[in-house]
Every structure is written in structure tokens, then in C-alpha cells.
């Protein structure tokens, strides 16, 4: 090989290079910009996040009131609100830095292909976290608060009737912020993650990775691991794991189905075009 060939095939990789680093300066601008603006608001956004606890502590009688315990509390919570919120603002302008960096090398039913899945998660992860937000926090925090319990009332005797005090501890809480919102965030995160299910396996189907026949043989397993992942994601409480639980297998299913039509569509293709193996099929 010459040295022209050299720098011929050295080219491409430079230009793919140069459009790289130039969608990631527009993602990191995007997402420094939308920091700064939900910083700029970071006091209603965690005012926002902070109704689950304060409707659960209502229902209690309770006023809502959170603690700073640290000095820098408050400053960590507003970057962190920040970084998050800013995520999700510059999310849209970050995942079309993505597309038109990888769209190029796509074929055209590639990049058919690939598009609703680009749209559909943002879609589905905002669908879970509204769901943790509106279903599964109230009776989280509801679980939590339960464990509560009031002290003496000031004179009252022990039942042994020696006329002492009666030695009982108050629990009442009072929580962090900081505390407050990394638990808050992490349930909200983790059911948005978990809307992700029907996207990542239709995706795989799509790509071939995975098919219904598949899916369908290992739903006991299925089954089996979405009741852990309730036991484990959501409190104690039958209610809240029996409700994530029928979400997260209603959408296994889902992903079942939509893999199924992929199937039937790429079969009505390949026969039309002459290419489909009536043996291999039959092996399946």
C-alpha cells in the first residue's frame, strides 16, 4: 500500500472524526445551556417534585417541611435538579446530534427503521416517570410514613402504675432535601428505564436479536423476574407491586406483539421477493 492510499483511506476517518466532534460540542452546548436555565428555576422544579411527600403528609395531618442538614445542601440540590432537568430539556436537540451523525451511514429502510425508535423512547420514559411521579410515589411515601409513631402526651404514667413518666420515643419524620431527592429522582429514573422494555426488545426483534417464539418460551422467567424487580423497585405494600408489576408484564406482552407484526411484515417481504425458506421456517 502507498503512501497516497494510506492517506486516502485515512480521510473518511477523519472527516467521520471532525462530524463527531462537532455534534458533541453542539450536545454538550445544548445541555450546558438547559442547566443554566433550570438552574435559573431549580426552586419550582424541586417544589414540583416535592408534592408526592407533602400530599402523603397531609393526609397525616403532618405539615410538609423538609431539612437542610449540611450548609452546601441546598446548593448540591439545585446542581443536581439542574443536571437532571437539563438532560431532559437538551435531550431532544442531543438525540438529533445523534441521528445526524449516524443517519449517513444508514440505508434509507435503516434509517426508516431506526427513526420511530428514536422517538419512541423519550416517549415511553416520560410515560414511566409520570407513572412513578402520579401512582407509585403517593403510596411509596404513604408506606414510609406509616412507620411514624407519636410520642407521650406530656404526664402521662407508665401502665405499671409506680407513678414514673412514660418512656416512649417519638418518630417523626424529618427529612434531607438531599436525601428527599435522590430517592424521589431514583424511582422516577427507574420506572422511566422500565417504559424503556417494549422499545429495547422491539428494537432487538427488528434487528433479529430476538423473536416472539422467543419471548413467548421464556415467559415464566419473564414472570418471574418482573415480580422481583416489583418486590425489590416498590415498598412493601401489595397494592404498588401488584399495580408495577401488571404495568411492566402489559408491556412485555406489547413488545411480544409488536415483534410479531416485524416478523409478519419481514415474511410478506421475503416472499414476495422470492427469498423465504419454507425449511427454515418450519425449523423454527
Known amino acids: 500500500m502507498s503512501a497516497d492510499d494510506i492517506d486516502q483511506s485515512g480521510a473518511p476517518l477523519m472527516e ?3 462530524e463527531l466532534r462537532t455534534r458533541l460540542i ?3 452546548s445544548a445541555f450546558m445551556v438547559a442547566l443554566v436555565l433550570c438552574y435559573t428555576v431549580s426552586d419550582p422544579i424541586f417544589n414540583f417534585l416535592t408534592h408526592p411527600i407533602c400530599r402523603a403528609m ?3 395531618h403532618q405539615a410538609c417541611g423538609l ?3 449540611k450548609l452546601q445542601e441546598g ?3 439545585a446542581i443536581r435538579i439542574s443536571a437532571i432537568g437539563g438532560l431532559v430539556l437538551s435531550f431532544p436537540i442531543i438525540s438529533y446530534q445523534l441521528w445526524r451523525f449516524v443517519a449517513p451511514g444508514l440505508y434509507k429502510k435503516e434509517r426508516a427503521a ?4 428514536l422517538l419512541a423512547s423519550p416517549a415511553m420514559f416520560l410515560l414511566g416517570a409520570a407513572f412513578a411521579y402520579y401512582l407509585i410515589l403517593p403510596m411509596a411515601f404513604g408506606f414510609f410514613l406509616s412507620f411514624q409513631q407519636p410520642g407521650p402526651t406530656p404526664g402521662t404514667l407508665a401502665p405499671d402504675g409506680s407513678g414514673a413518666a412514660l418512656a416512649q420515643a417519638g418518630i417523626t419524620f424529618q427529612g434531607s432535601i438531599e436525601a428527599y431527592l435522590a430517592l424521589t429522582t431514583t424511582f422516577i429514573v427507574a420506572f422511566g428505564l422500565c417504559f424503556q422494555l417494549p422499545v429495547l426488545l422491539t428494537l432487538m426483534g427488528k434487528a433479529g436479536l430476538v423473536t416472539s417464539k422467543a419471548l413467548v418460551g421464556t415467559r415464566r422467567y419473564a414472570v418471574l423476574l418482573i415480580l422481583v424487580l416489583a418486590a425489590v423497585v416498590t415498598p412493601p405494600d401489595v397494592v404498588s407491586q401488584l399495580l408495577l408489576f401488571s404495568v411492566v408484564y402489559g408491556l412485555y406482552e406489547i413488545s411480544i406483539i409488536l415483534i410479531r407484526r416485524i416478523e409478519k411484515k419481514r415474511e410478506a417481504e421475503l416472499r414476495a421477493e422470492g427469498l423465504w425458506d419454507e425449511d427454515e421456517d418450519a425449523e423454527k
Open 26 to 28: 453542539w450536545s454538550v
Open 67 to 69: 431539612t437542610m442538614i
Open 58 to 60: 397531609a393526609a397525616r
Open 114 to 117: 431506526f427513526l420511530p425508535f
Open 75 to 77: 446548593f448540591f440540590v
Open 16 to 18: 467521520h472524526l471532525a
